[in-house]
């Protein structure tokens, strides 16, 4: 992220996180921002924008979400999708 200045209605100047661009399918540890001291809450997040017929959403997973999923993935490898050749090349 990096910060942007705006100007409220009155003037006055402010500076402003910008959110962090990504494309579709690639995770980013994101910092929880809202995470309140000495809580139990994790302190980042993994953050993915996934296509899907209803159109792109957000999601947020923890890192032992992630953890299960790629164990799930290894037990299940007949579920499991490959890269494309454009993949390949590209990412």
């Known amino acids: 992220m990096y910060p942007r200045e705006l100007t409220t209605p009155t003037g006055s100047k402010l500076q402003a996180m910008a959110k962090k661009k ?7 540890k994101v910092e929880n921002k809202e995470r309140k001291k ?8 993994y953050a993915v924008i996934i296509k899907s017929d209803d159109g ?7 890192e032992s979400e992630l953890e299960r999923a790629a164990h799930r993935a290894g037990r299940n490898t007949e579920d499991t999708l490959d890269r494309s050749v454009i993949s390949i ?3």
């Open 89 to 91: 090349l590209i990412d």
């Open 56 to 62: 792109a959403k957000n999601y947020l997973f923890t």
């Open 38 to 45: 000495f809580s139990t809450e994790n302190l980042y997040y």
């Open 22 to 28: 990504t494309r579709i399918g690639r995770i980013h």
